[in-house]
Structures are given as C-alpha cells and as structure tokens.
C-alpha cells in the first residue's frame, strides 16, 4: 500500500542546514511547500531561506520530536546525523529516507560490506583497528594503500595515503580514528557519479553519468555528460538501481564511482542525498535533484530528469576569497553562467561557498572562464 501524498501548502523538515538544504529549500518553496531546518547553528544556509530555523543539537531528543510534530515529513541533507535523532524523528514523522539508510551510508565498513555483500564491485578493502593491524593489512593488500576513518568526516578529512611501510604511524595519526577502513588505492581513469532517485512506490530515475574531477580529494568540476562508452554508461546506471533497490531508499542517492582504463566501474562511496556533482541539474535539467527530492519525500510521481543541454559546474571555495572579495560582476559578464552562492558568513580555505553552472556545447570552457575572472578584481 502507498501512503497519500504530501500535497503543497505541507511543512517539510529538513535535518541539516547547509547548502543541500538550501536548494532543497528553494525548490520546495517554489512548489508552495514550506521548509523547516533543524541543525545546532544558526543563519544558516538553509534557515536564509526556509519559513523557519530551528537552533539545537542533533542529540536533543525532545528537541528532534517537537521539530518532526511540527512536519509532514522529515529529510536530511547532512547524513551525519546519529542514529538516535533519524530514530527521534521517526517516532514523530515519516523520515525518508530511513534512519536504516543513514545508518549504512554514514559508516565506510557498513558502506562498503553492504557493497560488496550485494556483489558490487568496490577496492579491496579490511577493518583495521591500530597502526599494527595497518600494517598486517598492507602485506596483504600491497601498496599504495588509502587510509580512511570508518565513521565519515567531513570535507575529505581523515584519510591518508600509505605508500610506504614507514607512513603508518603517520597515517593512523591523519585518519584520527579508532577503526578504519584501509583501501587498496584505484589506479583510475577517471572518476564519475550517478546521482538517482526513489519514489514511494519504487519508481527509478536518474540523471545518466556525471564526470568529476577533484583537487586536495574536495570536487572542482563536474560535467554532463561524461566521457565513458555506453557500456559504462549503462553499467553505471544499473549498479545505481541496484544500490537505491536494495536500500528502499525514498530520495536521492549518489553513487560515486572510479573508471578504470578498461572502462570497468568500482563503486568509491555513497551519499544518500541531493550530491555537489548533481546541482548542475538546477539548471540543466527538467527537474532538478532538490526537486526530485522533494518529490520522493512527499509521495508525489517524480519528474523528468531530461537533461536539457550539456553542463558544467565549478565549485566555488573560500579560498576564493583569500585576497579579495570575487569580482562577482565579472561573472556574471558571462551571459550563460549562472552563479549560486549559500549565503556561508565566514570564508575558510576548503569551504564550499558556492558554485558556478554553464549551459551548451563549450560549458567547460565556460565556467573555468567564468571562475577565472573572479578572480580578476
Ligand atoms: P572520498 O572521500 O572517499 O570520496 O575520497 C576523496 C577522493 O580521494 C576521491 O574522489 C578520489 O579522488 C580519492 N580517492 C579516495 N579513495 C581512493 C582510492 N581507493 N584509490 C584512489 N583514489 C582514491
């Protein structure tokens, strides 16, 4: 049996208040939703722009029942949150997708062994607890080898690369954890996502392959469509469907992969939400992912994902900000770019601020111009 829909007018929750929750925000006001953002910081990206901002800490239980009473349905744009507060939620409202998927999505060994477990092909990768585990390990994964913490930390930290015996110390230092996940390293080509959607009754879409390119492990550029053969393509697609079938996500899920020489996929990790290498879809596509979002956690039939013509985006970071303030006008001097910032109050190195998206044929070409002369005060 499927639930009714959520209709516009409804107040959906949002779990997190960054810029997912912002564009989340934008879209759903768009279609006369109301927003609720529920994180422990205030003017937040997403609280600009919701009807209301809700200031307190994801372990305040109460506190998480009495934002879900006041919603139709609860989302998330930070997959961070504990257990106990998707728990909190859901006693309250429908939390979609589930606390289950967070649960598995938010732990790199519960990713990658629900992963392989469904025959998914991912780096070869052991549990490891101390720096001497690392090293019994590597003699059997060989070198170079990718250290990561099993709990998720965030903008690319706690991960170390391991190319000889005598990094490990080090590298247990770097991951700053107590267990982790060593990863044999990836020689890939390239690297691509698949950001897909859910909906309540089990309907699939996806917005195809989506080539990335990364600079210090943070996204730089994504561009619509990638370079991969159809077969890729279409391998990409199927292990995107797979993945959203065997969690019963009701959402959107990135699936982000490596490309090998040989155009065989492995699976790097997954984001059960709206994804950075997806919001070129804002302006590129029918429907957009805040939308299909939307659409999934309401209930409704999701929309079209056509693509309307190539696309890049270029991610925008604080470092942008290290001399000067961006020419801003200069951006926009450029007819098909479009600029989105998230309203972030304090520019930091490595932090997302905002991004870039060009439309046609030359996008690429574009976009780098366009962040170029941001520069160019
Ligand atoms: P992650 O946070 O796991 O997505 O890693 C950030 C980036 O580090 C990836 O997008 C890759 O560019 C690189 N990386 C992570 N894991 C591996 C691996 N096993 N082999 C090669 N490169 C990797």
Redesign the pocket.
Known sequence: MTARPILPGAIIGVLGSGQLGRMFAIAARRMGYRVHTYSPDEDTPTGQVADLEITGAYDDLDRVREFARGVSAVTFEFENVPAATAAAAAECAPVRPTGEVLHTTQHRLREKTFLSNAGIPV?TFSAVNSPDEVRAALLRQGYPA?L?SADFGYD?KG?ARIDRRENVDQAWKEAGASTAVL????P?ER?VSVVAARGLDGAFVHYGVIEND?KR?ILDLSIAPAHVSAKTEADAIDIARTILDKLGVVGVLCV?F?VLPDGSLVV??LAPRPHNSGHLTFDACVTSQFEQQLRAVCGLPLGSTERLCPAAMANLLGDLWCKAEPDWVAACAHPNVKLHLYGKLEPRPGRKMGHLTALGPDALAQVLAARDSLAHS
């Open positions: 780096a990718i990561k690319g991960q990863e044999s390293f990836v890939f690297e990364h492990r982000e490596f790097n990790e």
